[in-house]
């Protein structure tokens, strides 16, 4: 919820999941899903601020609730990417050249 001020000094306190979109004219019209459109006293520039503001302050809290990560969960993170990436280019090998299958072919059929 983000604190703004209507233009006759009112303090409305307002869900900034439900901006649609701001325009500044010269006042700034605030547009919700719902259709309905408010008029504020804080800049475009001040409105996306504050909810800049705001969701960072609730990323924060989440953060503080998950436990810390551990540096074995880091390590499988890294070797399933690493896995992923792998079986990825291994699966696009049909993208390649016919030269380039071909050599691999002859490399693979000399090791046999």
Same mark, same amino acid.
């Given at each position: 919820?983000?604190?703004?001020t209507?233009?006759n000094?009112? &303090? +409305?306190?307002?869900?900034?999941? *439900?901006?649609?979109s701001?325009q @500044?004219?010269p006042?700034?019209?605030i %547009?919700l ?10 800049s ?7 909810m800049v503001?705001?969701?960072?302050? &609730? +990323?924060?809290?989440?953060?503080? *609730?998950?436990?810390?990560?551990? @540096?074995?969960?880091?390590q499988m993170? %890294? ?6 990436a792998?079986t ?25």
């Amino acid at each position: 919820m983000i604190k703004l001020t209507r233009l006759n000094g009112c &303090l +409305l306190v307002l869900n900034s999941d *439900l901006i649609k979109s701001a325009q @500044a004219s010269p006042d700034t019209m605030i %547009t919700l899903l719902t259709g309905e459109k408010l008029i504020v006293r804080e800049s475009c520039t001040e409105v996306v601020a504050r909810m800049v503001s705001f969701r960072a302050r &609730l +990323l924060a809290e989440v953060a503080k *609730l998950l436990p810390p990560p551990r @540096a074995d969960s880091l390590q499988m993170v %890294t070797a399933a990417s690493l896995s992923s990436a792998l079986t990825s280019e291994a699966t696009n090998s049909s993208a390649i050249s016919p030269e380039i299958a071909q050599r691999r072919r002859r490399r693979e059929e000399d090791e046999e």
